[in-house]
Structure formats: C-alpha cells, structure tokens
C-alpha cells in the first residue's frame, strides 16, 4: 500500500515536472549538437522580469508560426530554483505556452553567463539564435517581426 | 544587397545593445549630486573621511535586488564605519513602472530601515555615466589623488538564491583588499539583473 501510494506520488510529481525541466548548459549544448539543421531560438527569461512576460506571446506566435520548419523555440527560465513549483510551473499552464520551457539548472551565474556569451551583461530578456553554424546573441526584446527577420538574415 | 543591408543593420545594432559606455575599471568617476529620500542632496564630495564608495543600482521592485536588500544594508554596516559607505542609486523611471516613484522609494528605505542614502536619478544621468544595466549593480570606488576611481563592478556576490556552496563575496574582498592597499584580484564579474526601466520616448 505504502509503495503504491509513492509510485503514485512519483506519477504526479513526475508529469507536473513534465511541463517545466531543468537544464543545465551541457544538456543544452547536446541539443544543439544533436539538432542537424535545426536553428534554435532560445529566449531567456524570467516570470519576475516584466519585459520578459510582455515579449513571450511574441516567441509563442513564432513558435507556432514555425512548427513545420527547422526552428525551436526554448524558453529558458532564470527564476530561482525555489520557485518552480509554486511560479513558474502555473504561469507556463495560466498562460498556456505551447513552447518548450525550462529552468536553467546551473549553480553559478559567473560561469553561465559568460559561457552563454562574453558580451552578456547578465539582464534579461536576453536571446540566443543558434544552429551547428551560426550563433548569434542579443540583449534586448524581440517582436515576433524581428523574430522572424533575424532567423531570414541568419547566416 | 538588401539582405546585407539588414545584417549590417543588425551587427551594428547588436553592437550598440552590448557596448557598455559607462566607466570602466580604473576610470574616474565624475561626482553627482543626486534627491535623497529624505529630500536632502548627497554627493560623493560630503563623505569627507571616506576612503573610497559602494555605489549600488537598485530598485523598489526588481526581485533579485529585493533579495539583495538585506545584504546591501549588511555591506553599509561593515563598512561604512571603515571608510566605505554605500550609496544607493535608482536608476529606474517611475512613468516606466509606477512603484519606482519617489514616494515607493521613501516607504522602502523607512520599512526596510537604510542606513544609507536611497537616491533619485531623474532621466538616468548618472545611471547612464556608470553604464549601469541592471539592478542591482555595484561599483565599487576608491578615494585617490586622482579622484574616484572605479575598483570592481558587478555583483554583490555569485549567490543570489542563498544555496551556492561555492559563495563568493565578491565586494567584500575587494574592500578588504582595497583597504590594506591592494586592488582587488577580480575586479569585474557579471549576474543576472532585472534590465533597466527607461524613460520612453
């Protein structure tokens, strides 16, 4: 009985995980290596950073503008550890985002920022555009027309 | 030819977001005279005795430097009685977002009790003249026959969450290095920040 109700407690645990994983920087790397053509567009954000929320129906309409071309969008959190269940996890469900969305798990801002880009200062919203050629990062908002322009003039 | 238009357009503007054109370590800063909230001015020249100053950009709502109140105001306790004050600056602009008005600054400074001045920077002049970018950011200076010079900018420490096992304090070194004389061994590092609220239009 005990087992069964920890299994069950996984099951549920497990899907809410689901929605939101962490990431840290070397999975993210694998992805990209692993990704052929593919370009990413990867959007860093945070559910604290008011800018951030402003732009995302921005990247979700791109998302779905691009769902049958070599393009993802990944939204990748910063908010703190601490507040994946209880922030992050329901804005990604209130505001229903299709994309996929994680939480980046890196314990030290110094290295991660840098390793992200040299010339990031750290504020966010910050986008990364990168495929196995190309890797481009801005520090600014995007609109889903600027979106769509940087990915045409990505080369 | 249009295309390379828009990516010169695109590198140019890239460039411009990255650059930083404010001070850089070991430049002089220019003295400000910025509202306090208790309406009185502060400029770096009233701190005859100071050895040298802690100016931190930070704000009313931006959640990483609401967790770094606390220890902005733990900085002030250790080391303005040493020669090194903080000065706190609000580079955000209220028409941007509301609760960065002067009259929310004047009720955080009271509730959270600083020790230390809580300033204005009506349309970002010296927010820009550092090359602040976020909130919080720190500046670290030292008083010197040059002037002030900038030491260290950046984060307070690598440990915004409270759970790195690997803390570095990284202001307080660089005071305490400053202070027997020696610059500090990392003088700039980076965090994540809320961006600025600027003016708009």
Known sequence: MRIF????????????????KLLTLDDLDKRIAQ????????NFWATWCSPCVAELPDFETFHLANLKKPVKVLLVSLDFKSKLQKEVIPFVQNNNIKAE???LNEPDQQQYIERIDKKWSGAIPATLFVNKKVRRFYEKEFTEMELKNTLLNLK | MKNLFLIGFML???FGFAQNEGYKVGDVVKDFTLKNVDLKTVSLAD???ARGYII???CNTCPVAKVYQERVSALNASYASKGYPVVAINP???GAVSDESFEKMQALAKEKNFSFPYLLDPNHL???QFGALKTPHVFVLSKTDKGNVVEYIGAIDNDSEGENPAKVNYVQNAINELSVGKKPTISATKAVGCSIKWKKG
């Open chain 1, 5 to 20: 109700f920890i299994i069950c407690l996984y099951l549920i645990t497990y899907s809410i995980n689901a929605q939101v």
């Open chain 1, 35 to 42: 990704g052929k053509d593919t370009t990413y567009v990867i």
């Open chain 1, 101 to 103: 969305v994680f939480l």
């Open chain 2, 12 to 14: 140019v503007s890239s």
């Open chain 2, 47 to 49: 701190y005859k005795d």
């Open chain 2, 56 to 58: 931190v950009f930070t």
């Open chain 2, 92 to 94: 955000n602009d209220a």
């Open chain 2, 126 to 128: 010296v927010t820009k």
